[in-house]
């Protein structure tokens, strides 16, 4: 369920920008942050699988997926990946969303781009070039011992938590 279309519509054009301006460091000067988002090929199962099976610190449900899983996924075009470069780094691909339908059934990022903030403009992005952001799309979050920097992923692109189901936005 999402709060207003408003919040949604913001963080998402800010994600279409694929450029994030943001303070960092005590010198607080300014850093570009690069994203580029893409629904995953074949040729990106490899990276795909070590993200989703690796990733727990920001994995918004924990779910690990079989490589025959991740394969049919990809080719039926339910993953989106997302490569993250600034002006010192190329990170490389960095995260992974699986939306099917109008449910993000996972989003997994590397913990080398946690700080970067770049996990609502992904999702914001996926969900705009899915074709989704405008029909309540849904996700949730399972609480694990070490995937706290998760949990506020949804909260922070204006989804609301559902009333009746724990853990689902």
């Given at each position: 369920?999402v709060?207003?279309?408003l919040s949604?519509a913001?963080?998402?054009?800010?994600?279409?920008?694929?450029?994030?301006?943001q303070?960092?460091?005590?010198s607080?000067?300014?850093?570009?942050?690069?994203?580029?988002v893409?629904?995953s090929t074949?040729?990106?199962?490899?990276?795909?699988?070590?993200?989703?099976?690796r990733t727990?610190?920001?994995n918004?449900t924990l779910?690990r997926?079989?490589?025959t899983?991740?394969?049919?996924?990809?080719?039926?075009?339910?993953?989106?990946t997302l490569?993250?470069t600034?002006?010192?780094?190329?990170?490389?691909?960095?995260?992974?969303?699986?939306?099917?339908?109008?449910?993000?059934?996972?989003?997994?990022?590397?913990?080398r781009?946690i700080?970067?903030?770049?996990g609502?403009p992904?999702?914001?992005t996926?969900?705009?070039r899915?074709?989704v952001?405008?029909k309540?799309?849904?996700g949730?979050i399972v609480i694990?011992p070490r995937?706290?920097p998760a949990?506020?992923?949804?909260?922070?692109?204006g989804?609301?938590?559902?009333?009746?189901?724990?853990?689902w936005y």
């Amino acid at each position: 369920v999402v709060q207003g279309e408003l919040s949604l519509a913001q963080a998402t054009q800010q994600a279409a920008q694929t450029t994030l301006t943001q303070s960092q460091g005590a010198s607080q000067a300014a850093q570009t942050i690069r994203m580029a988002v893409h629904r995953s090929t074949a040729e990106e199962i490899e990276r795909v699988t070590e993200l989703l099976q690796r990733t727990n610190q920001f994995n918004t449900t924990l779910e690990r997926f079989s490589s025959t899983e991740i394969h049919d996924l990809v080719l039926a075009g339910s993953v989106w990946t997302l490569t993250v470069t600034d002006k010192f780094v190329n990170y490389g691909m960095v995260g992974v969303a699986v939306v099917e339908d109008t449910t993000i059934r996972i989003v997994a990022l590397s913990c080398r781009v946690i700080g970067l903030r770049v996990g609502g403009p992904f999702v914001a992005t996926v969900l705009r070039r899915a074709g989704v952001a405008g029909k309540q799309p849904r996700g949730s979050i399972v609480i694990g011992p070490r995937n706290e920097p998760a949990r506020t992923l949804y909260a922070e692109i204006g989804f609301v938590q559902h009333v009746s189901r724990e853990g689902w936005y």
